[in-house]
């Protein structure tokens, strides 16, 4: 039920006390919480020609799409390295340490992540190995919009390098008060990652650029990098020229809290989602029925002083939501059904509850583990799936830039005693060549 919470920008009340968890599903609940629409089909319609026109035009259709959609007409998309280099020298000292600590600390988890080869034997005389193979070559998308991200440089780049990625490209929007190139931020934190190849192209072009190659960037195997629904469009036409990391919409926060959770920090916790864009989406979730005006409290005194209000008032009123239930269990199944991109855990025992948790982007635990901790310095990757799509789809990791690829080795005699089984098979799905790769080998004896 949806009612006016007053002086609060919140003003979507869900109250499903008196439903058990079982019944608090994805199927009943999908038209019920709170979350930007997002027509990446109708976009697809409108992104398929600039894809196609840079598929068939390359380097003359990008720079009429730069011109078009940026107002930059530039004569190249790649930035000289003098301009990448003069973005490093004069970034500020706080903000380069926080970078290279930010990198320090994804570079220890994403390298964690990197699996061993395998070595099985499924019968005598039989090998498989299982190899875990970087690509050559990953084309990073690091966006423009409302403020500069060279976090995102972070997140993509350091998982391409710990998986042993050759060739790493960026792009990035051309910025006209920065005559023409992308943001110096984004660039100085490309050139403390060793990044040399850096292209001034964003949007879909930049996508399809990547995917089909011009005369100034080759393409690449494997796109990754957030971006609006244009790129989401293009990542949807593009996926099966190249590899896609995933669909990353608009961003989202849960936070699943109780009587114990500080109202003062789940209030900061959704302005500061609520900061990144009008279409973010905010989902408390509680025990406590008294907890929503506590932080609507929170919210008037704290939304006055914050930078981005209007910005973060149109996305707590349109894509925000407090949500009453009877215990954790429930809680539990709401925030699976909803899947959000960031979770955040504000209850007794926060770290049992986290266990529970199937369908999360990334998970916070505790109340001095925020979002924007994720965002920056905790390690993990802030590149991470929105839009419910935390069901099936996984963050940023190193798995994107690997293929897996299984190395078979077999001896005569454990083809010969598996190839009655070959025999039967290959017979049953009427492929008798198959049958006779294996019996050319070792040859059918006896009656």
Known sequence: MTSDSGASPVTTYIDLRGRGAEGLTHATLASVLPRAALDVDRAVDLVRPVTEDVRVRGGVAVREYTNRFDGVDLARTRVPQEVIDNALATLDPQVRDALEEAARRARV?????????????????????????????????????????????????????????????????????????????VLAACALLGIKEVHAVGGAQALAMFAYGTDECAPVDVITGPGNVYVAAAKRILTGVVG???????????????????????????????????????????????????????????????????????????????????????????????????????????EKVAATIRNAGAIFVGPYSPVSLGDYLAGSNHVLPTGGTARHTSGLSVYPYLKVVNVIECDRDSLKDVAPRVDALGGAEDLAAHVAAVRVRVPKTGG
Do not use: K
């Open 244 to 350: 896609i990391d995933g669909e990353n919409g608009p961003t989202e926060i849960g936070i699943i809290a109780d009587h114990t959770a500080d109202p003062a920090f789940v209030a900061a916790d959704l302005i500061g989602q609520a900061e990144h864009d009008e279409l973010a989406a905010c989902l408390l979730i509680t025990t406590d029925p008294s907890l929503p005006a506590r932080v609507d409290d929170e919210l008037n005194r704290q939304l006055p002083t914050t930078r981005h209000r209007e910005r973060v008032e149109t996305a707590l009123t349109n894509q925000a939501g407090y949500v009453l239930v009877d215990d954790l269990h429930a809680a539990r199944a709401v925030s699976d059904a909803w899947a959000p991109e960031h979770l955040e855990i504000q209850t007794e025992g926060a």
């Open 109 to 185: 988890v994403h390298e964690a992540q990197l699996p061993e080869r395998r070595d099985t034997e499924p019968a005598p005389g039989l090998s498989v190995s299982t190899r875990f193979l970087p690509v050559q070559r990953a084309g990073v998308y690091v966006p423009g919009g409302l403020v500069a991200y060279p976090s995102s440089v972070v997140m993509n780049v350091v998982p391409a390098q710990a998986a042993g990625v050759e060739q790493i490209a960026v792009a990035s929007p051309p910025q006209r008060e920065f005559g023409g190139q992308p943001h110096p931020a």
